[in-house]
């Protein structure tokens, strides 16, 4: 029906006039602000606080530490729940961490009247570390002796996966064969998704229920995971998503929506609002995965490919987030791209470090392998 002619979309007039709302746009009068107080240290534990400065601050109604936040580990990914736990996002972050995996790690919270109170506590929040050699690079989270950054991965490797097309391996494909072989690594940067609207969410009680709005991507599974992280039934969770500005991936992951959930229940119910600035945004969210590829090609004289090897270490972050689907997405897409006459060869490695956490941004590891 639509073939050949143009179609209007259905929320262009709402948003062209400035009618649209967004998430903030519905906060209620009475909302208390948060704001997030952040790990100066990218790799280490908190040992303890010095909130007596900031409890001074006028307008402070609580703060809350990591020693606080429920016990509860929760992925974040924006994936449908398997019930086969090893189809399960990782489980590998609480609303408060007091293992610190990243300069800016969210360690305690500030609620006050407004906006500016907060902003003044979190500023006066005092921290104590023990302090471990910050690791940035996969070849540092690989070495011998590098503190694991998830206990239950002593190697900081998160996954591993690999696959052979063709009866041969590299080396065995191209022994007798008169071809040329080059051999390369490339890698691609973290990218940001800079989109207009900062990850906002406000959050508060109805009859009994917690209701969450938020600027997401993936409202019925921030209900999910908030009832994980809260250790609540999902039933006692209701979440609305407003017209979104932007996400591109980064709003495709359950970011703020638990831990703002959690501070109405320590308010009595009252609303909380908790907005990310644009430097959180940029360090405290999440990026498109850096990969270093390294590339063997065999290639006979006429230009058919013969057979190639593939190795890829995707630079996970403090987090697992959507973790290994990425560079796994990325080993795919390599297989794809070109029919090989003998063998195709990869390993596909997803490592833990202490930058920003690695999620979905569009494209989903494509973009990278397709460079390589």
């Known amino acids: 029906m639509g073939i050949g002619r143009s179609i209007n979309r259905v929320d262009a007039v709402e948003k062209v006039t400035g009618n649209a709302k ?44 990591c020693f606080d936040a429920p016990e509860h580990c929760f992925p974040t990914a924006g994936h449908p729940w398997s019930t086969d736990p090893k189809h399960q996002d990782v489980a590998d ?9 990243i300069y800016g790690d969210e360690i305690a919270v500030v609620i006050a009247e407004d906006e500016i109170a907060a902003a003044r506590a979190a500023r006066l929040v005092k921290a104590e570390y023990e302090e471990y050699p910050a690791i940035t690079t996969v070849e ?12 239950e991965r002593p190697d900081n490797i998160l996954a591993h996966s690999r696959y052979r097309v063709g ?9 007798e064969d008169e071809v040329r072989v080059f051999e390369q690594q490339y890698t ?12 906002v969410s406000f959050a508060y009680m109805e009859n009994g229920r917690i209701v969450v709005v938020s600027s997401t991507q993936i409202p019925h599974i921030v209900r999910r995971v908030v009832g994980q992280a809260l250790g609540v039934p999902w ?55 850096a990969i270093t590829f390294r590339v063997r090609t065999a290639v006979r004289s006429d230009g058919r490919l013969v057979a190639r090897r593939l190795e890829a270490w995707s630079n996970q972050g403090g987090y697992a987030s ?9 080993a795919n897409a390599y297989r794809h791209t070109y029919h090989d006459e003998k063998s195709l060869t990869a390993d596909a490695y997803t490592v833990y470090t202490n930058i920003a956490s690695g999620g979905a941004m569009r494209g989903y590891g494509i973009p990278q392998a397709v460079f390589a």
């Open 322 to 330: 959507h973790g290994h689907a990425i560079v796994a997405n990325a």
């Open 188 to 199: 691609t940067q973290t990218v940001q998704h800079c989109h207009i609207e900062p990850p």
């Open 140 to 151: 540092q989270a690989m070495a011998p002796g590098a503190v694991p950054i998830h206990d």
């Open 167 to 175: 009866d041969l391996d590299f080396d065995e494909a191209v022994r």
């Open 235 to 289: 039933g006692r969770v209701r979440v609305i998503k407003p017209y979104i500005g932007g996400g591109f991936g980064n709003k495709q992951e359950v970011l703020y929506e638990p831990l703002n959930a959690w501070l109405t229940t320590q308010v009595g119910g009252r609303p909380v609002r908790l907005e990310i600035s644009r430097e959180e945004t940029f360090s405290c969210t999440r990026v498109r995965h």
């Open 93 to 101: 972050r609480r609303l408060l961490n007091e293992r610190v995996r």
């Open 22 to 65: 967004y998430t903030d746009d519905l906060t209620p009068r009475n909302a208390l602000e948060a704001k997030v107080v952040r790990s100066t240290i990218a790799n280490g534990r908190v040992l303890r606080f010095d909130l007596s400065e900031a409890l001074a601050v006028p307008g402070v109604v609580k703060i809350l530490t």
